[in-house]
């Protein structure tokens, strides 16, 4: 049966219309299609840089059947206050040894002080009454509460005992919360932190200022006395503002703390190190040096070994290169944006070979059904129908050990698997329709 003569047209007027779209994608600063957003690669840690962080978990309070429960949570509660405090694509993982718990974060762009701020304490809110009826009785001076809040440090509870206040703690816990929230306060317009209890907390906050009027209810994050404001009147709306020598910085960390709950172990930290965001661009620079390297070394091969089918195969490849890289720029957009790191641009050059790979079946098998006096226009046919099964089912074991990869690895191991997909599945694509294509309208 004679193919329709319009169809490669087609298909080329198409193939034209995303190389054009390729190019503007991946051209610098752009912001396509009137997306405000501009258009960039999301670095993970090993290219942007940031911070890496193993604490331990401190076990000698859980038992022993509950312990990988109790790590799995502190996991949890890690990713919640990071996901609540908008890094992206973060990296959490646990690690068990003989009697010995850790949990290994790494943030992209995000230093040292900032991650300990995220993660380092167990934000484990109380309430405590005393019988002092100023704040003064219980710090120094007002102005050492602002800088002790600015710097998240204050009193300790020992410290307040010392000082013959006779603290007790009350039974209004963080668990008590519904939520908390960022806000100002109308008349300074300095941040503040918002309390709103639930039912049973309201009840108790409200038991709990009623009979405190004019005393002082300490506010207590992890052993450390955050604020200590006087009650005037009883509060039965089960709402609460802790205010204070709060930047803004300072109390967005405190909410996503109180938000995200309490660890339910504590953590001591063990290493903490900066990857240099210097480091990351010049392995980078070598990564894509290599990448581009490869890749003419590919073409030169192309052209020598195939003539024009080489031509053809490598105007696909160029193609395929530059769609790759717009599903990179393109995921951003998502909250589920494709991270590229050093493992990830590893993958993307693998898959080049892979897609040069499919080319050479092709062009092998055109080889042998010219020698047998086929023309050019069945060859190719026959060529690329015949090769196609090879194509597929090698592919497809290739996918197969790519969701393999990224079920049961983690990090950079996930990394490259899902970068060596996408790579796979666009080969496919470059292979079958655009080599096809150009090799139609040549032999035409």
Known sequence: MRKNPGSPRVLLFFIIVLYSVAILINLPQLQFLHVKKVLSFRKGLDLAGGTSLTYKANMSGIDKDKRNDALNAAKTVIERRINLFGVSEPLIQTAIGKNDYRI???????????????????????????????????VKSKSDVEMLIATQSAYPISVVQTLGTNPKKTNLTGRD????????????????????????????????????????????????????????????????????????????????????????????????????????????????????????????????????LGIAASLALTLYALLVLSVFKLSTLTPYGITLTLSGIAGFILSIGMAVD???????????????????????????????????????????????????????????????????????FSAIVVTRTLLRIVYK
């Open 104 to 138: 290994i974060v790494e943030l992209p762009g995000i230093n040292i002080t900032q991650a300990k701020n995220i993660i380092g304490t167990t934000a484990q809110l109380s309430f405590w009454e005393t019988t002092a009826t100023s704040s003064a009785v219980l």
């Open 177 to 308: 919360l519904r939520e908390t929230s960022v806000a100002f306060d109308p008349n300074t317009s300095k941040p503040q932190v918002q309390l709103n209890f639930t039912s049973g907390g309201a009840k108790k906050f409200a038991d709990i200022t009623k009979r405190n009027v004019n005393k002082i209810v300490a506010i207590v994050l992890d052993d450390m006395v955050i604020e200590a404001p006087r009650v005037n009147q009883s509060i039965e709306n089960g709402n609460a503002v802790i205010t204070g020598g709060f930047t803004y910085d300072t109390a967005k960390t405190l909410s996503t703390q109180l938000n995200a709950g309490a660890l339910p172990v504590p953590l001591i930290p063990l290493q903490q190190h900066s990857v240099d965001p210097t480091l990351g661009s010049a392995s980078l620079q070598k990564s894509l040096f290599a990448g581009f390297l490869g890749f003419a070394i590919i073409v030169i091969f192309m052209m020598v070994l195939y003539g024009k």
């Open 358 to 428: 499919a080319n050479i079946l092709i062009f092998e098998r055109m080889k042998e059904e010219i020698r047998l006096g086929k023309s050019k226009e069945l060859a190719l046919d026959l060529g690329f129908s015949r090769a196609w099964s090879s194509i597929r089912d090698s592919n497809i074991a290739t996918l197969i050990t790519c969701a393999v990869l990224y079920n049961f690895g983690t990090g950079m191991v996930r990394g490259f698997a899902l970068v060596l997909a996408i790579g796979v599945l666009v080969s496919m």
